[in-house]
């Protein structure tokens, strides 16, 4: 259909082909194609589980040990105050770059101390090695994710939804793309962890980037069309699962099951290209029904320069702490922070969030002290981040739905989600039959829930001018949690089970020796502790709702739709026009100003 709109000479369809070309890469949705691929392979975190034991084992450490690794992972991936406050400073490509170069720095020493290759670490600089590995991920978050959610602010619901929901879905799209490369080799997939996150950035640096607001007649159906896509990857990825848990998969077998993922991952390109051609038509159409029409030569690739430089003052906002805009206003950093609805969102998450990534990175001991086989829990693996994705994507566009129709409070359904949460936990601490697989699905589907609402919540109570730093100073409830319920307590009640059972059989632990604990009283008394932890940050969060009902109850998005540009389809005309002679200026080499280029 595209290339059969290119009617005229070779050099003719040459050159409208490269200007089309510069069109779509310098488009929004073009970005958000990219920015779905980052993200594709930015939850290497929520695989911690297939690769522990391979820590564990190798470097002879006993749960606490293995468990304080864990938090470091969890603080790492949630402390992204440091990507945000670079992101108030700099464009988003050098957040990016510099996230892909600390993903590398900090797995690939991972993956040299696990073979071998260098002598044993300290197990500080284990720590130090996976803070820095799980804190690069917070870079692509914040680089991309927020990028995105500043260039569709009225679809934020839906792009949060989107974008989070790929995070949980990575893991099972990495574990498939792992078996692919390096079969049941669990070490070598600590270097694909290390390479793979890191070039994928690195390659869309010049497309992410903050664009124009316009409302495009036809947004909301592009978005729906990439979560049916997304939902099609999901239900592929479910089925081959269950396939797997079924039979054994040959190498053969992986390729072809990767080769499907990563063709579905592409679809979104095609729906891209069909939209951004029927933009780019209607402007040619435009300008020749048109022809004086006033040229607004505006570099659409670059921030308006008009736009006034932050101080440390304007972003912090030292000066008025106290003093506290209305909810859905700007926030200065210190102001939100300090506020009494952070302080709400940040007790519930911690209690929440710290016992579902507990429930998570204790996974691969949980299903071994239970007695599952080792493929069963690759296979939980695959299902906490199928029912993440899920989880993410569905509270993403179910609670913008219920938001826009019928005024729904986005914390109302962030407190339901939380209750349903302590099913998952009750079921590891007293171990139905089975229940691993239904633990699976539910701390993963709740997990992913949680995260894409209280990002949400914060991007409404609070602005979006400081978005990249309070987003991520919301996110580190869940290394607080993390360190309070998998260090304090999964680990030192599963270490002190596992020297009653060696004392029962007459062993001495020797220096040096793994900590191993069979039986459902490895983790029973850890998990009733959690589901009362998680009771209470219920509560706190229906403290939340009262606090934010009036707020909800009102057009939370008016300010944007006054200030968005509306049109029908793409973008008024002189924006039509500008778009337009900047492509066509570039492709004869007039001007610089191309995609790569201007970085």
Known sequence: MVMSAFNGGVESNWKQMKNFGLHMLASRLFMVFA????????????????????????????????????????????L???????????????????????????????WLSVTGRVAKPHVWQMCLYMWIGS???????????????????????????????????????????????????????????????TAVPVFFLPTIRIMKVVKQAKELKV????????????????????????????????????????????????????????????????????????????????????????????????????????????????QAVFSIDMLILFTATTC??????????????????????????????????????????????????????????????????????????????FHVPNSLYFTSVITGFCLGAQLSLVVAIISEIFGLKHYSTLYNVGAVSGPVGSYIFNVKVAGRLYDREGLKQMAALGLTRKAGQGLNCSGVQCYKMCFIIITAATCFGCLVSFILVIRTHKFYKGDIYKKFREECISIENGMDLAEMAATATDGAAAASGVTGNNVVGKI
């Open 35 to 78: 920015t779905l691929l980052i993200m594709s392979v930015n939850g290497s975190s929520y695989m911690f589980g297939l690769y522990s034991n391979d820590i564990k084992s190798a470097l002879g450490y006993d749960q606490t040990t293995l468990n304080s690794i864990a938090f470091f992972k969890d603080l790492g991936g949630n």
């Open 80 to 110: 992204g105050v440091l990507a945000g406050l670079i992101y108030e400073i700099a464009p988003p490509w050098v957040v990016l770059l510099i996230g892909s170069a600390m993903n590398f720095f900090g797995f690939f020493m991972i």
């Open 135 to 197: 804190n690069s991920l917070s870079f692509p978050n914040t680089g991309a994710l927020v990028t995105c959610v500043k260039n569709f602010p009225e679809s934020r619901g839906v792009t949060i939804g989107l974008l989070k929901g790929l995070i949980g879905l990575s893991g099972a799209i990495m574990t498939q793309i792992y078996h692919a490369f390096h079969g049941d080799d669990t070490k070598a997939l600590i270097l694909l962890i290390a390479w793979l996150p």
């Open 223 to 334: 978005f729906y069309n990439f979560l049916y896509i997304l939902l099609g990857l999901a239900g592929f990825m479910i089925v081959t699962i269950i396939i797997q848990n079924k039979f054994r998969f040959t190498r053969s077998k992986y390729i072809a099951s990767a080769s499907v993922v990563v063709i579905l991952l592409f679809i979104p390109l095609a729906i891209v290209i069909k939209e951004e051609f029927s933009i780019w038509k209607s402007k040619k159409q435009a300008l020749k029904d048109d022809p004086e029409v006033n040229v607004v030569t505006e570099n659409p690739l670059i921030v308006a320069a008009s736009e006034a430089k932050p101080t440390f003052q304007t972003i912090f906002g030292l000066k008025n702490v106290v003093k506290q805009p209305d909810r859905g206003e700007d926030y200065a950093i210190l």
């Open 352 to 429: 929440s969030v710290g016992g579902a990534l507990t429930a998570i990175d204790n996974l691969g001991q949980i299903g071994k002290s239970l007695g599952y086989p080792t493929h069963s829990i690759a296979i939980f693996i695959s299902l906490i981040s199928i029912w993440n994705f899920l989880g993410r994507v569905l509270s993403g566009f179910a609670s913008e739905i219920l938001l826009t129709k019928y005024k729904f409070p986005r914390p109302l359904l962030l407190t339901l989600v939380i209750l349903i949460s302590c099913l998952s936990h009750l079921f590891i601490a």
